[in-house]
């Protein structure tokens, strides 16, 4: 089967994004790692399918998947590509496009400057429908990491720092925020995002018993009230150069403990986004740049 795809990126997280309106597309879990790996494929953190819609009021389906094969549930990076490639490719003129994930709906608005903005929809916290494990609701949990010590008690800010330059250890438990963008995430707010162990903890949070469709991990330092630093271990695919949930996720829980405001600057590793956030009852908006790197033809 041969396949034509668009490589994109958002702030680095990037993306094949393969029409599925003018060819026709089956992709199997084994097919997904063939054209995201990056020594004998394509190469990318996940694959996205523009679609047919088969919801009312919609114009297109937007599916997503991690590089591992999974399909996911949403993607913000993706949302701001899918929007730059309907409209690169011609297969919708308006600026306002509703799009199917899923997840539920989400609208993706063309901005003058280029950019696009996405109605990311309404954070979820109830951990049932996260899903996460928790006897109460809470705004920050203990979560048990190299021991057993998933009890919720009294959090304090989390300092994930390296003990000496080089050399991180892991430790017993960590300090989280737990929310949904439609897709799970935990939040964890560190001292300084350099010294974070992305790679030991994230894996860890990722994977944990308490996250029964595991999550996406986002280590935040705090600048001011309107500016953050962000780091983020991706479910199914490592750590990237940006997110845009774990952006949203971030910003959120910022606010829900009282340290970040409204509209708020975040620094990702691949660029920066911004992320507005009402409070409850509100929808996270997210605005940000979507690029077309190169066309191609894949044999699968």
Not at 65 to 94: I, P, T
Not at 97 to 111: A, D, F, H, P, R
Not at 260 to 281: A, R, T, Y
């Amino acid at each position: 089967m041969e396949v034509q795809f668009t490589k994109m990126h958002g702030l680095g997280n990037d993306f094949v994004v393969i029409d599925a309106i003018n060819q026709k597309i089956s992709l199997t879990t084994q097919q997904v790692r063939a054209i995201a790996d990056r020594h004998t494929g394509i190469g990318c953190d996940q694959v996205l399918i523009v679609a047919p819609t088969q919801a009312e009021n919609t114009d297109f389906r937007y599916r997503i998947y991690n590089r591992n094969g999974a399909e996911v549930e949403q993607c913000g990076n993706g949302a701001r590509c899918f929007a730059r490639f309907v409209h690169d490719k011609g297969l919708s003129d308006k600026k306002e496009l509703k799009v199917q994930t899923k997840s539920g709906n989400i609208v993706l608005y063309m901005e003058e400057d280029g950019q696009v903005r996405v109605n990311m929809g309404m954070p979820v916290f109830e951990p049932d429908d996260v899903p996460f494990v928790a006897q109460v609701r809470k705004d920050r949990y203990v979560l048990g990491l190299s021991a057993d010590l998933s009890g919720d008690r009294n959090p304090q800010k989390t300092a994930l720092v390296a003990t000496k330059p080089g050399e991180v250890s892991m430790p017993d438990s960590v300090t989280i925020g737990v929310v949904s963008m439609g897709n799970p995430h935990a939040v964890i707010h560190v001292e300084d995002v350099d010294a974070a162990p992305v790679a030991k903890v994230g894996a860890a949070v990722e994977s944990h018993k308490r996250f029964p469709n595991r999550t996406n991990v986002g280590f935040m330092q705090i600048l001011d009230r309107n500016h953050i630093r962000l780091r983020v271990y991706e479910r199914g695919v490592g750590e990237t150069l940006a997110c845009g949930t774990g952006a949203c996720a971030a910003v959120v829980l910022g606010r829900k403990w009282g340290l970040l405001d409204e509209v708020v600057n975040v620094s990702l590793p691949g660029g920066d986004l911004v992320i507005q956030w009402g409070f409850e009852e509100k929808p996270v908006w997210m605005t940000g740049p979507a690029q077309s790197v190169f066309e191609g033809r894949i044999s699968l």
